[in-house]
């Protein structure tokens, strides 16, 4: 079984920076794929980035390509998104999310992909 806890957020103004933190833990851990997704008021949960773990191959979406870099420390267990030039339209609760195996197809954008899921963290941008 793996625990995910997302940390990192808060309240920024439009161009400031956030580094979002998601540590995984438990005996069971292992780590094919990181995912963030975002969820702001009144719409539907988006794909934000992903990484594949072991090689480190990054996936962003268009809107965030550019601003933010996804990122992992593996002897930590954990990962990383680092959000630069953020704008109002950032202001979401984040999650980070694990998929544990390697076997069939990796869709990196699609939320069944991923087994496991933290609880989120705010991030508010102010214009």
């Known amino acids: 079984q793996v625990q995910l806890v997302e940390s990192g957020g808060g309240l920024v103004q439009a161009g400031g920076s956030l580094r979002l933190s998601c540590a995984a833990s438990?005996?069971?851990?292992?780590?094919?794929?990181m995912g963030w997704f975002r969820q702001a008021p009144g719409k539907e949960r988006e794909f934000v980035a992903a990484?594949?773990?072991?090689?480190?191959?990054?996936y962003y979406a268009d809107s965030v390509k550019g601003r933010f870099t996804i990122s992992r420390d593996n002897g930590r267990n954990t990962g990383y998104l680092q959000m630069n030039s953020l704008k109002p339209e950032d202001t979401a609760v984040y999650y980070c999310?694990?998929?544990?195996?390697?076997?069939?197809?990796?869709?990196?954008?699609?939320?069944?992909?991923?087994?496991?899921w933290g609880q989120g963290t705010q991030v508010t941008v102010s214009s």
């Open positions: 990484i594949i773990w072991r090689r480190s191959a990054p």
């Open positions: 999310a694990v998929r544990s195996t390697d076997s069939g197809p990796y869709y990196y954008a699609t939320e069944s992909q991923y087994g496991y």
């Open positions: 438990g005996s069971t851990f292992s780590n094919y794929a």
